[in-house]
């Protein structure tokens, strides 16, 4: 039973609008990809946990805090006797393991090692429990997801579960024993409120507001050649038409996820969308979806 859903995470929703809106720089590029290669991952092991017939509760996308030291848990399962912690990997292509050291065949660069970030997670985890009082059994692994993925001279009596072993993993795990209790729930919603949500906006602050591209962008292809026909935009590249008020308060939406601290007035978002040449219909817009303050020419939208 899924107990917490996985969404996205802001820091990958807005690399994915910037990405879109500006050039970003290499290393943003590359957090960009890996964030968005991981959580492609972590849904496909969602589609394995989410079949599971026995009693559990499932967490997923977890991001606690012990005494300031941070750790994220891709999938934590509730079970009768035991806590399941997963480490999820999306990693494809070729690998080896040497030394206790994971590195890319490709490119022979040392990779972050999985274990030691499962081992670390394990560890403050347990803390935690033992901060709070509860007295659990947690096992946890790694699960290299990708079925493109392999790791040569793979290491033994490690906790790695890799992509063909997968089948079978699911199988071990759906004949466990296991009822559930008001303990388990108690617990599940214990670490729901414990969890927490990161701002992203301090690495990010090279984008401005006035360097980033404006204009409509089609909600299905991403393209900002776009028509405004009537009440409707037309993307010209896929087709898509979407209606003028969904489309402008979808504007106002990014203009928030990039811009939180900015107050959203008619110019802001008449200058953002470029498409429509009416303030007129702006203003109707948002002062028919949106609560405002202020006065006429100075109002701001919420």
Same mark, same amino acid.
């Given at each position: 039973?899924?107990?917490?859903?996985?969404?996205?995470?802001?820091?990958?929703?807005?690399l994915?609008?910037?990405?879109?809106?500006?050039?970003l720089?290499?290393?943003?590029?590359?957090?960009?990809?890996?964030?968005?290669?991981?959580y &492609?991952? &972590?849904?496909m092991?969602?589609?394995?946990?989410?079949?599971?017939?026995?009693?559990?509760?499932?967490?997923?996308?977890?991001?606690?805090?012990?005494?300031?030291?941070?750790?994220q848990?891709? =999938?934590?399962?509730?079970?009768?006797?035991?806590?399941?912690?997963?480490e999820?990997?999306?990693?494809?292509?070729?690998?080896y393991?040497?030394?206790? %050291?994971?590195?890319?065949l490709?490119?022979k660069?040392?990779?972050?090692?999985?274990?030691?970030?499962?081992?670390?997670?394990?560890?403050?985890?347990?803390?935690?429990?033992?901060?709070?009082?509860?007295?659990?059994? %947690?096992?946890?692994?790694?699960?290299?997801?990708?079925?493109?993925?392999?790791?040569?001279?793979?290491?033994?009596?490690?906790?790695?579960i890799?992509?063909?072993?997968?089948?079978?993993?699911?199988?071990?795990?759906?004949?466990?024993?296991?009822t559930?209790?008001?303990?388990?729930?108690?617990?599940?919603?214990?670490?729901?409120?414990?969890?927490?949500?990161?701002?992203?906006?301090?690495?990010y602050?090279?984008?401005? %507001?006035?360097?980033?591209?404006?204009g409509?962008?089609?909600?299905?292809?991403?393209?900002f050649?776009?028509?405004?026909?009537?009440?409707?935009?037309?993307?010209?590249?896929?087709?898509?038409?979407?209606g003028?008020?969904?489309?402008?308060?979808?504007?106002?939406?990014?203009?928030?996820?990039?811009?939180?601290?900015?107050?959203?007035?008619?110019?802001?978002?008449?200058?953002?969308?470029?498409?429509?040449?009416?303030k007129? =219909?702006i203003?109707?817009v948002?002062?028919?979806?949106?609560?405002?303050?202020?006065?006429?020419?100075?109002?701001?939208?919420?």
């Amino acid at each position: 039973m899924i107990f917490k859903e996985r969404t996205e995470s802001l820091e990958l929703k807005l690399l994915r609008s910037l990405d879109v809106r500006a050039d970003l720089i290499e290393t943003d590029m590359q957090r960009f990809h890996n964030l968005a290669k991981g959580y &492609e991952g &972590e849904v496909m092991f969602d589609l394995l946990t989410e079949t599971l017939k026995c009693d559990n509760f499932l967490l997923n996308d977890l991001f606690l805090d012990l005494n300031g030291n941070k750790f994220q848990i891709d =999938t934590l399962m509730i079970t009768q006797d035991l806590l399941y912690l997963f480490e999820v990997k999306n990693f494809e292509g070729d690998f080896y393991y040497e030394n206790g %050291i994971f590195h890319s065949l490709a490119s022979k660069k040392e990779i972050k090692n999985p274990l030691l970030q499962l081992e670390r997670c394990q560890s403050l985890l347990r803390q935690l429990f033992q901060s709070l009082g509860v007295r659990v059994t %947690i096992e946890g692994f790694v699960i290299f997801i990708n079925p493109r993925f392999h790791l040569y001279q793979s290491p033994l009596n490690k906790p790695i579960i890799y992509p063909n072993q997968l089948p079978d993993f699911m199988k071990k795990l759906n004949r466990k024993s296991s009822t559930l209790t008001g303990r388990h729930k108690g617990l599940a919603e214990q670490l729901v409120s414990m969890h927490r949500i990161e701002s992203p906006y301090e690495k990010y602050t090279r984008y401005t %507001i006035d360097k980033v591209k404006k204009g409509f962008i089609c909600g299905v292809c991403g393209s900002f050649h776009i028509s405004f026909c009537g009440r409707h935009l037309q993307c010209e590249v896929c087709g898509h038409l979407e209606g003028l008020d969904v489309a402008v308060l979808r504007m106002v939406e990014e203009i928030r996820l990039l811009y939180p601290n900015e107050k959203i007035t008619t110019n802001l978002v008449y200058e953002w969308c470029e498409v429509i040449d009416s303030k007129k =219909t702006i203003r109707r817009v948002l002062k028919q979806n949106m609560n405002c303050t202020g006065k006429t020419k100075g109002l701001i939208f919420e």
